[in-house]
C-alpha cells in the first residue's frame, strides 16, 4: 500500500513561512500527492496536489523532489487560522481509488 | 461542504443497538467515501463506492455495512454497535478528472 511519512508536530511563528515535509517513498508513477488540512474537528480540507512539478495555489504552494519520494508544503505566510493537522495522502498503490490518510502534522502556529 | 450532506451530527447508542448514518451528495459524483476518526488519530478508511451498485473495503470495514442503490446516497449501517465504534464518521465524494475529496461535516457518534 501507498505510506506517506509525516511529523507528528511542528510550531511555527506567526508571519513565517511553514514548511511541511513528508516522505513516499513507495508512490506509483503517475500517482498525485495531495494535502489536506483539518482544523479542530471539521472534515478534511482540500489544499494542493501534484505530480512532479512544483505547484502553487491562493493557499499554500507544493515541492515535490525529482525522484518523487518527498514533498514539502509551504503555507508562505502562516497565520494563527492554519493552526490544523495537515495530511499528505497518496492513492492506494493496488490500483484501486482508496486513499490512505497517516496521522498527519499537528501544526501549531504561534503568536 | 461540496454538496455533501451527513446526518445525524450526532447520536449516542448503547451497546448493540444499530444505526444507520447517512450521506447525500446533490452533484451526481460516482465515488463515495467512508471515514472513521478517532480522538487525537488520523482518517481510516471503512468502506467506499465506484458508483451506484458497487461497493468495496477500506482499511476498517469490519462491524459496518454499506449499500450504494443509487448514485446519490451512500448509507453506512452499523448492526451491533460496540464501544469501540466511538468515532466522528466522515462522508466524502471525489470530483471526477481529479483524486481531489471533498468531505461533509461529519456525525460525532458514542457508543456506550
Known amino acids: 500500500d501507498a505510506k506517506t511519512t509525516q511529523p507528528t508536530s511542528m510550531d511555527c511563528a506567526e508571519g513565517r513561512a511553514a514548511n511541511l515535509p513528508c516522505n513516499h517513498s513507495?508512490?506509483?508513477?503517475?500517482?498525485?500527492v495531495y494535502w489536506y488540512r483539518q482544523i479542530h474537528s471539521q472534515g478534511p480540507q482540500y489544499i494542493i496536489h501534484g505530480l512532479k512539478n512544483n505547484e502553487t495555489n491562493e493557499m499554500a504552494s507544493l515541492i515535490i523532489t525529482e525522484d518523487r519520494k518527498s514533498s514539502t508544503l509551504i503555507l508562505p505566510h502562516a497565520t494563527l487560522r492554519d493552526t490544523a493537522v495537515y495530511y499528505c495522502?497518496?492513492?492506494?498503490?493496488?490500483?484501486?481509488?482508496?486513499?490512505?490518510f497517516g496521522t498527519g502534522t499537528r501544526l501549531k502556529v504561534l503568536a | 461542504n461540496a454538496g455533501v450532506t451527513q446526518t445525524p451530527k450526532f447520536r449516542i447508542l448503547k451497546i448493540g443497538q444499530s444505526m444507520t448514518l447517512q450521506c447525500t451528495q446533490d452533484?451526481?459524483?460516482?465515488?463515495m467515501y467512508w471515514y472513521r476518526q478517532d480522538p487525537g488519530m488520523g482518517l481510516k478508511l471503512i468502506y467506499y463506492?465506484?458508483?451506484?451498485?458497487?461497493?468495496d473495503k477500506g482499511e476498517v470495514p469490519n462491524g459496518y455495512n454499506v449499500s450504494r442503490s443509487t448514485t446519490e446516497d451512500f448509507p453506512l449501517r452499523l448492526e451491533l454497535a460496540a464501544p469501540s465504534q466511538t468515532s466522528v464518521y466522515f462522508c466524502a465524494i471525489k470530483t471526477r478528472g481529479t483524486d481531489t475529496q471533498y468531505f461533509g461535516p461529519g456525525t460525532r457518534l458514542t457508543v456506550l
Open positions: 463506492s465506484v458508483g451506484a451498485g458497487i461497493t
Open positions: 452533484m451526481n459524483h460516482n465515488y
Open positions: 495522502i497518496v492513492r492506494d498503490s493496488g490500483g484501486t481509488y482508496k486513499y490512505i
Open positions: 513507495t508512490i506509483s508513477g503517475n500517482e498525485y
